[in-house]
């Protein structure tokens, strides 16, 4: 597929179809994610894949199964969120959190190795090993669509932070950007609707 093309049909879904992805397209998408720019040209990069589904339920086990739509309201109204886009996109994502991860066709927990400690930072270069990763991890997405693969990423909680780490065993130097689900999307997935935007209305040619 055309890389625009690809990148013009990525999207994150939260529904999947009960359907593995063959562990030669797994490694085509990570290959994938290891071309991307790396801020000290190592790529120190590791990923831990978690397909039983025995493993795959003690890995997601802290995060919150069931949401109610006045409790997601209320977290919403509590950071003053007034778009109505953003909050239908909150009141469609947050209570597929457990399930979406749960069911996809491949959940893959994407490692980095991290010399300081990542929520300290006392520069922006702090946080290239970071800013690095997910340049990896957009690249994994890109080539995901390229095979009618799609997904979506989420940020683990503090809590849920060291109960994967303990699962995985991961050194003591490495830390999680994310769990990425990937897979088939289910016959009712669709995108949540996002706000249009135009790079015309986003360029500032010369100054702000
Ligand atoms: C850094 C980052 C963190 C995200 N965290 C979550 C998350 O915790 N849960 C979730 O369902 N989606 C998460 N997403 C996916 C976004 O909600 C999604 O990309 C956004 O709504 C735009 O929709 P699209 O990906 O379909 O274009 C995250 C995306 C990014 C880039």
Known sequence: MDAYKALASRKSIRDFKNQAIDKKIIKKIINAGLCAPSNNHLREWEFVIVQDRAARLKVIDKIQKKYTQKGIEAWLD???????????CYLAAVPKQYTMLLTAGCLILP??????????????SDLNALASIWCCIENMLIAAAAEGIYGVTRIPFSKEINHIKEICKSPEDYEIACYLALGYPGDQAKQTRQRPVKAQEKIHWNSW
Not at 112 to 124: D, E, N, V, W
């Open 78 to 88: 509590s950071w003053n969120s007034t778009d109505s886009v953003q909050r239908a």
């Open 111 to 124: 490692f980095f190795r991290q010399p300081g400690p990542l929520l300290k930072p006392k520069s922006l």
